[in-house]
């Protein structure tokens, strides 16, 4: 975790390509939109469940045949502490500048309505939201990490 905070995201890259959730967000849109209609949607829907869990795991294998600094340097750009940490600092920035700015920095990171949002809610917000990032999307996959490299955070 602490390589992703020294070095940041590699923007160089993601303004190149999209980040591997937001490429599996969108596959997983296109598979439901595909797929989730007429006869037959379970059998589809567990055959694109198969697809996705196929190439998760065989992303992550691929990756992991690098080597041990290839596979750590992705786990570090999976984990994305640093992308947690920034929004949530731009959040108490926007709020020391305006309420406007405060509610429109945290708008960024919740998918709730924050147009009525008070200090305190945007606040408790920017909080909440944090704390489920970082157990979801930090400490959960360092820990599969420790238990398998990026095979065991394949897994989740």
Known sequence: MQLDAMLAEP??????????????????????????????????????LIALVFIGVGTRWLLSL?????????????LAQRSLVDHVAAVATGLRQSLAEGRAQVAMIVSRATSQMNENAVARAS???????LSDGVIAPAFWFLVGGLRGVGCL
């Open 11 to 48: 923007d160089w890259l993601w303004s190149r390509v999209s980040r591997p959730p937001v490429l599996m967000g969108r596959l997983i849109g296109w598979m439901d939109r595909r797929f989730n209609q007429g006869s037959a949607r379970r059998m589809k829907g567990v055959a694109c």
């Open 66 to 78: 690098a080597g041990s600094i290839f596979e750590i340097r992705s786990a570090a750009i999976l």
């Open 127 to 133: 909080i909440e939201s944090a704390a489920e990032n």
